[in-house]
């Protein structure tokens, strides 16, 4: 570009003098314009900047942060970097203790470790996501997972994440990437092991149902006994009161016809008692009732 800049100006030089100058001065002015434009670059924010050089390679101390940044054109170029979490989903299907097919989902949110660019941009390059994540994901759900039977898998849901939480942090670190979170979003089995549970599940269900029935009807027939023995036991007391005591008997009807007298009298003021000489007779207005 220089070169066509000197002859654009030589074929401008034979015009007029003050042609040529204003020309002369235009094309210094691109020229330096050019030269800030390739010296300078800018490092956005959530950014991180590494500087290979084409002598000496990679600048292994150098992590430039965020803002305007100079280089030496031609010679030196910079390598962006988004440090920023991104969301990540992996699918993985391996099998648990009891040799049950499960499915599982992870999402993970992964950033690359800042101080260590230089060595990520040389071991894996800019999509160290790609490369490490689904291998490092499988390798651990397939360890964590043959540890539980595919029920506990189930039961104990928070324990397995944390154990795949763990491993994961740590197998991530080998490779300079953070997780800074690690959830299971879909946990599935087998048609077959899943309507196996479901059929258990039901029978289960009318066991329990069954056991209360059981239950039911030995409680009723519990309180029957009970109140068969009390009905029996005062039978058999008033038997005996009457047997030692003829006037008992009568007394209870006495008794009995005062309490319906005042129930009556309650509905209609006008009641009385007569007692005859082997009856009780209730009075209301005009009528006379026997009661006992």
């Known amino acids: 570009m220089a070169l066509q800049l000197r002859q654009i100006a030589g074929r401008m030089s034979s015009g007029p003098r ?26 956005e924010g959530g950014q991180r900047a590494i500087i290979f050089n084409r002598i000496g390679g990679m ?23 988004d440090i920023r979490a991104r969301p990540r989903k992996i699918s993985s299907l391996t099998g648990s203790k009891d040799l049950q097919m499960v499915s599982l989902t992870l999402r993970v949110l992964s950033r690359p470790l800042a101080s260590n660019l230089p060595t990520l941009y040389q071991q894996l390059g800019q999509d ?65 092991y899943t309507a196996a549970v479901e059929a258990k599940q039901v029978a289960q269900q009318e066991a329990q149902r069954a ?29 005996e009161a009457v047997t030692k005591n003829p006037g008992y008997l009568k007394l209870r009807k006495i008794r009995a016809a005062q309490n319906i007298a005042k129930t009556v009298r309650l509905l209609n003021t006008n009641t009385s008692l007569l007692w005859g000489k082997k009856k009780i007779y209730i009075v209301i207005g005009i009528e ?5």
Not at 18 to 43: C, F, H, N, P, R
């Open 288 to 292: 006379c009732f026997s009661i006992c």
């Open 18 to 43: 003050g042609a040529g100058l204003g020309l002369k001065l235009l094309i210094g002015a691109g020229a330096l314009a050019y030269g800030v434009k390739e010296a300078t670059y800018t490092v």
């Open 59 to 81: 600048q292994m101390d150098t992590v430039l942060s965020e803002g305007l940044h100079f280089r030496m054109p031609w010679f030196q170029y910079p390598i962006i970097y």
């Open 128 to 192: 160290y996501d790609e490369r490490v994540l689904p291998s490092i994901v499988n390798e651990v759900l397939k360890s964590v997972v043959a540890k539980f039977n595919a029920s506990q898998l189930i039961t104990q849901r928070a324990q397995v994440s944390l154990l795949i939480r763990r491993e994961l942090f740590e197998r991530a670190k080998d490779f300079n990437i953070i997780l800074d979170d690690v959830a299971i979003t879909e946990l599935s089995f087998s048609r077959e």
């Open 211 to 239: 056991q209360f029935y059981v239950e039911k009807a030995k409680q009723d027939q519990r309180q029957k006994i009970i109140q068969a023995e009390g009905e029996a036991q005062a039978a058999k007391m008033l038997g």
